[in-house]
C-alpha cells in the first residue's frame, strides 16, 4: 500500500502584520470617580462606567493580540494530525496552533471533544479556533470563518483484503462505517442504499471493520494510513473520493484573529516551519 504524502499548499507568502497588540488601558476612570467624592461624583461615575466599558472591550482585543491564551478546540483521535501521547495531544494540528499561538505571542490550550461539538464551541466562545483535520466546505462556511489552507486531506476507503469493493462505485447497498459529522460521513450518506454507521472514532469504525460488522470505512487518508498500519487485514483502496482543503476555523464575528492566525501560517509556510511539522509526523515511503 504506497503512501500518499499530504502535498502542502505552499502558497504565496503574505507580508505578516504587526502581531503583538498595543496594551493601553482607561481603568483608572473608574477610581477617580470613586473617590472624587464632589456633586460630580454622579456624572463622573456615569463616565467611568462608559469608559470602563471602553476598556474593557480594548482589553479583550489585547487579550487576542498579545499575551493570553489561545484555546484550540480539536477531535484527538486523528493521527498523525491530533492523537494522545500519554496525556498530551500531539500531532501536524497541535504543533502547527502552538506555532501559531507563539506568532502570536500567546499561549496554546487544546481542548479535546467530539468532532462534531467543535464548530458549536467556536460558535459559542468555549474555543477560539478550530485546528483538527477540517476541511473547507461550503455548509461549513455559513458557521465559521476558514483560515488559508495549510493541508490537504483525501477521503479514502478502507476495505478488508480481498474484499469485493474495488472502488467507489461498488460501495451502493453496502454498510459503511464513518466518524460522525465528518466529511465522510457527508459523503457515505450520499451513497445510494448505504446503510451508514456513525461512530465517535475512527478507530472504532475501522476496529468494527476488521470483525466483519460493516464493509468499508470513509475517512481521511493520513488517519486510515495509520489506522491500516495498527490492524491486520485490512487495505485501502487506490480510488478515493474528494481531494479536499485543511483550515483553521474561527467564529465568524473574530476577523480580527482569522487575519492573525493567516499571517502568522503565511510566515510558518514561507520559513519551512509548516513543512517542517508535517514531515515529523508524516513519513513518504
Ligand atoms: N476532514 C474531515 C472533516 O473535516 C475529518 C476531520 C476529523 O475527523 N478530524 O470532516
Known amino acids: 500500500m504506497k ?3 499530504v502535498s502542502m499548499m505552499l502558497c504565496a507568502a503574505m507580508t505578516a502584520a504587526v502581531l503583538a497588540g498595543c496594551g493601553s488601558s482607561t481603568q483608572t476612570a473608574t477610581d477617580d470617580a470613586a473617590s472624587a467624592g ?3 461624583a454622579a456624572d463622573a461615575a456615569e463616565d467611568a462606567a462608559a469608559e470602563e466599558e471602553t476598556a474593557d472591550a480594548a482589553e479583550a482585543e489585547t487579550e487576542e493580540t498579545a499575551g493570553g491564551t489561545l ?8 493521527p498523525p494530525y491530533e492523537f494522545y501521547e500519554g496525556q498530551e495531544v500531539v500531532g501536524i494540528d497541535a504543533e502547527m496552533a502552538a506555532a501559531v499561538a507563539e506568532k502570536l505571542g500567546m499561549e496554546l490550550k487544546i481542548e479535546d471533544m467530539a468532532f462534531d461539538s467543535l ?6 466562545g468555549k474555543i477560539d479556533i478550530v485546528a483538527a483535520g477540517m476541511t473547507v466546505t ?3 462556511l455559513e458557521f465559521v470563518n476558514f483560515s488559508d489552507t495549510y493541508a490537504t486531506g483525501i477521503q479514502a476507503i478502507i476495505v478488508p483484503e480481498g474484499s469485493e469493493i474495488a472502488s467507489a462505485d461498488d460501495l451502493a447497498g453496502k454498510t459503511i462505517g464513518v466518524q460522525q459529522g465528518t466529511t465522510g460521513d ?6 445510494e442504499g448505504a446503510t451508514i454507521e456513525r461512530y465517535a472514532k475512527g478507530m472504532e469504525a475501522v476496529q468494527s471493520l476488521s470483525q466483519g460488522k460493516i464493509d ?11 489506522f491500516v498500519s495498527e490492524v491486520e487485514g485490512l487495505q485501502i483502496l487506490d480510488e478515493a473520493f474528494a481531494v479536499e482543503d485543511y483550515a483553521v476555523a474561527v467564529a465568524k464575528d473574530n476577523e480580527e484573529l482569522l487575519d492573525q492566525v493567516n499571517a502568522a501560517l503565511a510566515e510558518l509556510k514561507e520559513d519551512g516551519t509548516l513543512q517542517a511539522i508535517v514531515d515529523k509526523y508524516i513519513t513518504a515511503e
Open 3 to 5: 503512501k500518499k504524502v
Open 38 to 40: 464632589t456633586e460630580e
Open 71 to 78: 484555546v484550540m478546540g480539536t477531535n484527538a483521535e486523528f
Open 119 to 124: 464548530i458549536p464551541a467556536l460558535s459559542s
Open 138 to 140: 461550503e455548509d461549513r
Open 186 to 191: 457527508i459523503f457515505a450518506t450520499d451513497i
Open 216 to 226: 468499508a470505512v470513509i475517512i481521511d487518508n493520513e488517519p486510515a494510513n495509520v
